[in-house]
């Protein structure tokens, strides 16, 4: 190999090491909206279900590729699915049946469950207090995201 060839070669070894730098920061997104470690606990300390709510959803993380939303059952979800998601469900306190699609599952805390967009599922609680699960949203929900069937 001639010098001329070699260094052309490392050349261009060197402007693709740099363009394959620049995809890798574009594909990891912005960053966290929040910081990015989260108690849990503390979230759910700071933020308890009313005596008449039912459901609440509070925002963990949120990036150009996921988000991560802590929800709290008191009874049960609607029927739902969600148009743009694929969601990823953990659960972190409590206990109950998820239905998915035309299954139903007996879930606890630590167990993790994942429902493919447009799927229609819901979640009925067991637990003598509010159930809660860190659910993971990829990509992020849109504002149309959760629907609701009748």
Known sequence: MTSASLHRCLTFTVLLAAATTASAADWVGPAPTIPARQS???????????????????PVQRSAHTAQVLVQVRDREPLHYHADSDITVVMVRGHGVIHIADKSFPVKEGDVMFVPRKVVHYFVNRSPVPAAALVIYSPPPGPKDRVVVH
């Open 40 to 58: 849990l606990d503390a979230l759910l300390r700071a933020n308890p279900l009313a005596r008449d709510q039912n459901l609440r959803a509070i």
